[in-house]
Every structure is written in structure tokens, then in C-alpha cells.
């Protein structure tokens, strides 16, 4: 992909592709940046060495998406270890993985200013306790402190920089941009 972005003309005969005198893809050349995610050992060596940006995601066990079975691996433990891996990968090649960022997919968000009780009828929902619930990646909940505590905490112990909502909801995005947001851009914080 890099020689079609940078090179006037590109042949290669690989596993499973040939290309042929492709011309480049734009006039100019360009350089996107690449995010590449997954959960296994491989996948997070593969994009410590090629990615600007490497989404961390919890292995699925039964080959269906369910955020309940993919806790397990959504942990702050299971994300450090991905870290770790990416990291791997990235010194393999000489990269500096500091200035590579990592990101995960939040699935539900449950924030506000008393979301006791939604996390419980969720974490009960799912077959979790509150605990598991809290220390999963796939789950953003509590009050605005905890939201800032909880980014923090993934931050500092995997290098979580950039993360990803799905479907947070109007009343949980307003959230956010008026009480979470404003809060971790302070000048303040570290």
C-alpha cells in the first residue's frame, strides 16, 4: 500500500496479491495514516511495526460479537499485555512506540451524574458484577470524575490515548462534551 501511495510505478508478486506497473494512487505522494487493531499476539506485533495507530480490541471466543463474552480479554491486565506486544513489534523494526497511538472501542457507555443504578441493571444484564463491569475497557461508566479516573487509569497502564465510542446516545455524547471533556483538558491535569 505504501509503494502506491509514494511511488510513480509499483510491481510486487506477493502471497496473495500481484500487482503490475500500478500507477500511483494520486498525483502526488501521500502517506495516510494507518490504524490496524485486533486482539491476538500477532496482530498487535504486525501493527507495532506498520501502524500509526493501533486499536487494541478483546479477542472474541465464539466467533460472534458479545461484549459480555469479550470482558475476559477487555480487562486493564489483557490491555497492558497487548500494549506490550504492540511494543514488540514496533522495537523489532526500530519504530519508537511512544509516538504510536494506541486506541480501544468502548461498547457502552453508562455516565452521568448517579449512573449506580444503570451500571448495576447493565453488569447484571450482561452476567458481570459491577467490579468486572468497571474494569473492563469495553465499558465507560460512572460520574464525570470517574470517567476522567477511569481514562487516566487506561492511559497510564496501557497508553490508551485515543478511544473510540460506539453509539454513546445524545444524552451520553451532551454528557461528555459538558462535563467530561472540559475536565480532561485542563491545564491542570497531568
Given at each position: ?125 450482561a452476567g458481570l458484577t459491577v467490579a ?59
Amino acid at each position: 500500500m505504501r509503494k502506491l501511495w509514494t511511488e510513480p510505478s509499483t510491481t510486487m508478486h506477493g502471497r496473495f496479491y500481484r500487482v503490475t506497473d500500478s500507477p500511483m494512487v494520486s498525483p502526488e505522494a501521500i502517506r495516510p495514516r494507518l490504524l490496524l487493531g485486533g486482539g491476538g499476539r500477532s496482530m498487535m506485533h504486525l501493527a507495532g511495526r506498520v501502524a500509526d495507530t493501533v486499536s487494541m480490541i478483546p479477542r472474541q471466543t465464539t466467533g460472534a460479537w458479545s461484549v459480555a463474552d469479550s470482558v475476559p480479554d477487555s480487562t486493564m491486565a489483557a490491555m497492558s499485555e497487548k500494549a506490550a506486544w504492540f511494543r514488540v513489534g514496533a522495537a523489532d523494526v526500530g519504530r519508537e512506540p511512544d509516538a504510536i497511538e494506541l486506541n480501544t472501542m468502548v461498547a457502552k457507555t453508562i455516565i452521568g451524574d448517579h449512573p449506580e443504578a444503570a451500571v448495576a441493571r447493565e453488569a447484571a444484564d450482561a452476567g458481570l458484577t459491577v467490579a468486572e463491569l468497571n474494569d473492563s475497557t469495553l465499558y465507560l461508566c460512572g460520574t464525570s470524575e470517574d470517567v476522567c479516573q477511569r481514562l487516566d487509569q487506561w492511559r497510564d497502564e496501557a497508553g490508551i490515548s485515543y478511544v473510540s465510542l460506539f453509539d454513546p446516545g445524545e444524552e451520553q455524547i451532551a454528557y461528555l462534551a459538558e462535563r467530561v471533556i472540559p475536565a480532561l483538558v485542563e491545564p491542570a491535569r497531568p
